[in-house]
């Protein structure tokens, strides 16, 4: 079986809730940060991108908000589905086109 | 077809063997990466090249070597394996911020 995020924060929400994961990153010059998910067996996947010049961005059914003053990013998912069940990582770029990834929290939905 | 592939898909090997993980895009990016995933550990940099000429060390390069062969193709070697590298292996590649990933390889060193 998948072996990653065995020992993973763990975010479980009834289908139809709304999830929220958060995120704290460690960098105050990152300008740049993306949440992305991970499926079993499969890699990384975008889901929705922001800027620092902005403090939050949607997509569809996902918001993200950043909150420059104490470093926290959070991924809204509204109306979590089964398939939304998945490992989320964020990541911030502080260097040029490198990207440094958070340790993930694991969303587990319960039809 | 997939943009970012990477073979093997699973390997198993022992102890003291020399193994190469392959990747190939062809999204045409100039910039590619081999990460390493432990569980509860998130994503961390081994290697990653700005182009075919360019390599560079990440966070935990040691016990790794690549080999950037073409602008698509960029390879991981564990020249003498031990357990503790058993571990994910993705690679990615990028023409900006974001990045790519590949499916993974799943390593387990014996």
């Known amino acids: 079986g998948e072996s990653v995020g065995l020992h993973l924060p763990t975010l479980s929400v009834q289908e139809g809730d709304n999830s929220i994961i958060n995120c704290a990153y460690s960098?105050?010059?990152?300008?740049?940060f993306i949440w992305y998910k991970q499926e079993s067996g499969k890699g990384p996947q975008f889901i929705i991108d922001?800027?620092?010049?902005?403090d939050k961005r949607q997509g569809q059914r996902v918001t993200v908000l950043l909150n420059k003053t104490v470093k926290h990013l959070s991924l809204q998912i509204a109306a979590t589905q089964p398939g939304d069940s998945a490992v989320y990582f964020c990541?911030?770029?502080?260097?040029?086109?490198?990207?440094?990834f958070g340790g993930g929290t694991r969303l587990m939905v319960k039809p | 077809d997939a943009d970012v592939t990477q073979t093997p898909r699973n390997r198993i090997t022992k102890t003291g063997k020399r193994i190469m993980l392959e990747c190939s895009q062809t999204?045409?990016?100039?910039?590619m990466y081999w990460y390493r995933q432990d569980p509860g550990l998130g994503l961390r940099l081994i290697y990653y090249?700005?182009?075919?000429?360019?390599?560079n060390k990440g966070e935990i390069s040691d016990g790794y070597s690549v080999s950037r062969q073409a602008q698509a193709k960029f390879s991981l070697s564990l020249e003498s394996a031990i357990p503790n590298q058993t571990a994910l292996y993705f690679c990615?590649?990028?023409?900006?911020?974001?990045?790519?990933f590949g499916p993974g390889t799943r390593l387990t060193v014996t």
């Open positions: 990615a590649t990028s023409g900006g911020y974001e990045q790519y």
């Open positions: 960098n105050s010059a990152s300008d740049y």
């Open positions: 922001i800027r620092s010049n902005m």
């Open positions: 990541a911030e770029n502080n260097a040029g086109n490198m990207l440094t």
């Open positions: 999204k045409g990016h100039d910039r």
């Open positions: 090249s700005f182009d075919v000429k360019d390599i």
